[in-house]
């Protein structure tokens, strides 16, 4: 059986490109071969492998140098709230690799932090207002400063 392949750029994360494997079935072993192809062919990316369970699970984001992260049921539920005869799959019809430039990851994780951080100072502007209401106008006016 051969492998299919359709590569594509996501079109709302023009930085990502969807990798989409079929046409065989893919153990976890052939996977990681999957991927470890790509990671010679193109070098200094990041990846991330999802993987269809009842909908599409993805593993961690992992580097050239760090091991392939696969999504596995064991790492959300421990064994006693698995069925016997359930767990992960030995074998998946499809899966999906993401990759990217590690600088788009950089300047994603710098703009959720200054999203946060923006959050963060709304909140306490807003419960400053809140305790406070007129606590904007007293830093305004001289005469306030002034009796410090």
Do not use: C
């Not at 200094?44 to 392939?68: A, C, H, M, T």
């Not at 590690?102 to 946060?116: E, F, M, N, S, Y």
């Not at 807003?126 to 005469?143: A, C, D, G, W």
């Amino acid at each position: 059986m051969s492998t299919n392949r359709e590569a594509r750029r996501l079109p709302t994360r023009h930085h990502i490109i969807e990798i989409k494997f079929t046409g065989r079935q893919f153990s976890r072993e052939r996977i990681a071969h999957e991927i470890e192809r790509i990671r010679e062919r193109i070098p200094n990316k990041q990846f991330q492998v999802l993987l269809p369970y009842e909908s599409w699970k993805p593993g961690s984001w992992f580097e050239d140098s760090e091991d392939i992260s696969l999504f596995s049921l064991l790492d959300h539920y421990d064994e006693s709230e698995i069925p016997p005869d359930g767990g992960d799959p030995v074998s998946y019809d499809r899966f999906i690799v993401y990759m990217m430039d590690p600088q788009h990851w950089q300047v994603a994780v710098i703009l959720k932090g200054i999203t946060d951080l923006m959050t963060a100072y709304i909140n306490a502007y807003t419960m400053l207002m809140e305790y406070f209401p007129n606590s904007l106008e007293q830093l305004r006016n001289p005469i306030f400063l002034r009796k410090l």
